[in-house]
């Protein structure tokens, strides 16, 4: 369980730091007056948010499961 917690937190990370890179292409496809940098931006944001979620519900899913079969 620890190293999965590990991944999961390396997961997390990842996914936060994804999240500001793709936030600043968002500012930086602003500023520029470029769309397609503006839309990659959103795009990389919307997987970060996501990869967020999925960590989170497979983390809330293996803690029931853990603690309801006894571990």
Known sequence: MTVLG???AICLV????????SGAA?????VMD???LQS??????VGALI???VC????V???????AFGG
């Open 40 to 45: 990659r931006g959103l795009g990389g944001l």
């Open 34 to 36: 470029n769309g397609q």
């Open 14 to 21: 990842v996914c936060v730091l994804g999240g500001l890179v």
């Open 56 to 59: 989170g519900v497979i983390v």
């Open 61 to 67: 899913v293996l803690n029931f499961v853990f603690n």
């Open 26 to 30: 968002i500012g930086l496809g602003k």
């Open 6 to 8: 590990w991944v999961f």
């Open 51 to 53: 990869g967020v979620a």
